[in-house]
C-alpha cells in the first residue's frame, strides 16, 4: 500500500505539492517495475542449466536480454511507462516484420521468443499502472 503525506504550510502552492506527489509516485512505480524485473531475471538465470537442451537455454537467455533491454530503458534512460509501451510496441512491430521476412527456423523462434517476451513486459506496465497486480 503506497501512502502520500502533504504537509501544508502558509504560503506553498498546492499545485507544487500535487507535483511532488505525482512525482514521488512515478518513482516508486519505477521502483516497482524494476524490482519485479530484477526478480524476473533471477529466476530465469535459475532455469539455465547445462544439461538442458541447448534450445531452451538460448530462448530463457534471449528472454533475460529482453527484460534486460527493458530495465535498461526504465533505470538507465529514465524512459517513463508510458513511453516506454510506445518504443515496445515499435520494437514489436519491427520484430514481426522481422519474423515475416525470416528464412531461418531458428531465426523465426528467436523472433517469436522477443515478440513473446516484450509482450509480457507491455502485461507487466499495464497491469502495475492500473493498480490490478500485487507485486510483494
Known amino acids: 500500500m503506497i501512502c502520500f503525506f502533504v504537509i501544508v504550510t502558509i504560503g506553498v502552492d498546492p499545485y507544487y505539492i500535487l507535483i511532488l506527489q505525482f512525482s514521488l509516485w512515478l518513482l516508486i512505480q519505477i521502483q516497482i ?3 519485479f524485473l530484477h526478480k524476473k531475471i533471477a529466476k530465469r538465470k535459475k532455469q539455465i542449466h547445462p544439461v538442458h537442451n541447448p534450445r531452451f537455454n538460448h530462448n530463457i537467455q534471449l528472454e533475460i536480454d529482453c527484460v534486460k533491454w527493458a530495465l535498461q530503458k526504465i533505470e538507465v ?3 517513463p511507462n508510458d513511453r516506454l509501451e510506445g518504443i515496445i510496441r515499435a520494437m514489436i512491430k ?8 525470416a528464412m ?3 531465426d523465426t523462434d528467436d523472433l517469436w521468443t522477443k515478440v513473446e517476451t516484450l509482450q ?3 502485461y507487466v506496465i499495464f497491469t ?5 497486480m500485487v507485486v510483494v
Open 128 to 132: 502495475i499502472r492500473n493498480g490490478r
Open 94 to 101: 519491427d520484430l514481426e516484420k522481422r519474423k515475416g521476412k
Open 33 to 35: 517495475d524494476s524490482k
Open 120 to 122: 509480457w513486459i507491455l
Open 77 to 79: 534512460n529514465k524512459v
Open 104 to 106: 531461418i527456423r531458428s
